[in-house]
């Protein structure tokens, strides 16, 4: 009976043959008359869903059995419920029976009843304290149970020591030639789920279960030889062995054998044959197939170039989770690219990507926490986001965290956090950085004010070619700030300034020539630096410019185009411009032109 139930099981490293099985219970039948064997057969049967015919005798002797509690009966009448042989099917009562023979101390029910339940809706709470039912019978050596046992508890591990009895129970089963516990136990050796890492003893599981033929573990012990992992590294066989299973269908292997042909250093570059197995394993649902199909169809290699199918399989790779492709479809809804722009799921497939530490997305989901409508803002989860992503090197993340937390919004402490990322960046090196912590220095946000201080990272922005610090730099200067007064270098630092076009270097770099300090007087240059200014928007220049129009400094006298520019001025709340326009309104030198020109 034992052996017949190794068959028909395929426990303890025997191959599974229910023809065999069905032999042995029919001989054993007919030869001794065995009514566990003829329970066992109507088992099997029942769970081969294979035609049963039920003689008047044998339905009595069940439904005897049944009601005496024998635990074998008990389970082929759950599998009989289960199934829908000899019976009607009930799903409801083949639970309660697989429950009766699981009490009774039938191992096959317990293990039954316990997957039975957990394929309905069912709570965490309420598997976890059924798991009982399938330690018994993985304690007792049933195999199956073992793996079982050892899957949910990974599955409804609320600790790290669940995590560590799963991968005993993995262990037991692998020992035992379980193929697929021997794949999931050397999983875990490799990545140190619930045991310390091992590379070498999961090839030893690998390559025992892949010897069997089973794909999965053709994969797992193919990528340990490609990548020299507890194994000296032979790509030759790694290849060929990783190929064997593409071929099989396994998916992962699709998708790596994709990545062989993309690098073409195992094998041959082959576009076209790598586009072939990543498609092969996007149509298995494996994320990674998926992703790498959709960059090919949207970069055109190796097929031609399709962005919709790019998109539909990104879309499905992010449905997933995989972070490179949640991120992008998140690019492509906050910006509508190719798709309706959906801000809401922007923001989630940013989240679903930064919760797995992909940097891009923790920077792009704060983005959407500060400033985007598909998520409620939050300044403060928005700073703990920028501050992963600034933690991981993002400059931009950098930036904002700093900018973020010197906001007026935030606490004290918060603005000290981002003036300290500020320094530590600008330390760094990043040029980007200096002027802002100048900036910093000087108006006291987040740290103490200190003119030297900022006199010295304006000044190393400003070397580095920041026009806004050459500007900063250049007031230190004139009014002796952290730095011993200089006219001339004041009048250098705006001078660049205003080659780069900066508004209020041109405007700063002409008030120094007006007042020729530090640098000859030059009206023409002035004027011509103050309305390169003005006309950028600066009101301070708009006003000033307006002046020398109506003195004729540096430039022709022109008094309906200086009301013009005092206009400009007046109209951005520049109170030196509203003034010239009240005084020259009472001396009667508005005109009806010039109002139409104002206007």
Known sequence: TQIADMYANGLYGMQKDIAKAILLYKQLIAEKNSIIAEIKLYQLLAKEQQNIIFDETSLKKIASMANNFQPDCLYLYALMYLHGVGVDMSAKFALKYFKYAADCGSILGQNDYFVELAERPRTKQTLVSALKYLKMPADKGLVLAQ????????????DPEHLVEATKYYKLAADEGYEQAQIEYANCCL???GTEINAAEAVKYYRSA??????????????CLLDGLGIEANPKEGERLLKLSADAGCAKAQHRYGTLCIFGKVIDKNLTLAVHYFKLSAIQGNRDGQNCYALCCQKGEGVVKNI????RYHKMAADQGHPYACTLCGLRYMHGDGVVEDLHLAAKYFLMAAAQ???????FYAICLVSMDGVEKNLELAAHYFKMAADQGHVGAQYEYAALCINAEMSENKRQDGAKYFKMAADNGDVFFFFYYAKLCKTGVGVKVNFAEAAKYAKLAADSGNSLAQTFFSRCLYNGEGVVKNHVLSAHYAKLAAIQKDPVGQYLYALLLREGIGIEENPSLVAEHLKLSADQGYAPAQNNYAACLIEGYGVEQNRDLALYYFNLAAHQGNLNAKLALEQLSVYGLLNESVA???M
């Open 147 to 158: 793996y079982n046992y050892a899957k949910f508890r990974t599955l409804l591990a609320e």
């Open 191 to 193: 990545s140190g789920l």
């Open 210 to 223: 892949a010897a069997k033929g089973n794909p999965d573990a053709q994969c797992g012990y193919a990528e």
């Open 308 to 311: 919709e199918e790019a998109i």
């Open 357 to 363: 530490g992909s940097v891009d997305a923790q920077y």
């Open 596 to 598: 139409k020109l104002t």
